[in-house]
């Protein structure tokens, strides 16, 4: 079981939950299209990585400070191993803890693995929480920060309740 623990006055925290695989831009782009069209501002963030992954955890905070300014990280060190039973459970632990905890929860289905993707999507429908993707038409600019990469060629879609909504 996963306890995290956010301390925030005043207002309902806004967290954002992502796995980190080995592209900082799959994390960070996401949330800067979220942000940039007002849809969710994070005040928090919880991060699920693997034991290689954790380097680039330090380069995301980092380039997403530059867009947010301060907020709260933790990060979650989780094994990694290809069983979606085990990754459903790393996130429903999380992501179950903040709802119950009150808190307003965005999650990023694009970062990581197959399994990674699919349990935090699982884990989304759920609670009824917002789940975010945001898809790279051109693989070429799959490095490069968001306001860099042509807007055609990016497609931000929300997956709430089963359905998908194109923006």
């Known amino acids: 079981m996963v306890v995290l623990f956010f301390v925030f006055w005043g207002g309902v925290l806004r967290v954002w939950v992502s796995f ?5 831009a799959a994390v960070c782009n996401t949330v800067w299209a979220v942000v940039r069209r007002g849809l969710f501002v994070p005040d928090g963030f919880v991060f699920l990585c693997t034991g290689g ?3 680039v955890v330090e380069r995301v905070v980092g380039k ?6 301060d907020f709260g990280v933790r990060v979650v060190e ?22 119950r905890d009150g808190c307003e929860v965005a ?4 970062p990581g693995r197959k399994p990674m993707s699919i349990a935090m999507l699982l884990v989304a429908l759920r ?10 038409e051109d693989e070429s600019y799959r490095d490069v920060d968001y306001p860099l990469v042509p807007f055609p060629l990016q497609r931000l879609e929300e997956v709430s309740f089963g359905l998908v909504e194109g923006r």
């Not at 039973?85 to 999380?94: E, N, P, Q, R």
């Not at 999650?107 to 694009?110: H, I, L, M």
């Not at 609670?127 to 790279?136: I, Q, S």
């Open 127 to 136: 609670y009824g929480v917002r789940a975010f993707y945001l898809y790279l």
């Open 107 to 110: 999650v990023d289905v694009g």
């Open 78 to 99: 989780v094994e990694d191993r290809g069983d979606l039973g085990y990754f459903v459970g790393v996130v429903d632990g999380v992501v179950g803890g903040l709802v």
């Open 20 to 24: 980190v695989g080995l592209s900082w």
């Open 53 to 55: 992954s954790r380097v």
């Open 64 to 69: 997403l400070r530059l867009v947010l300014g």
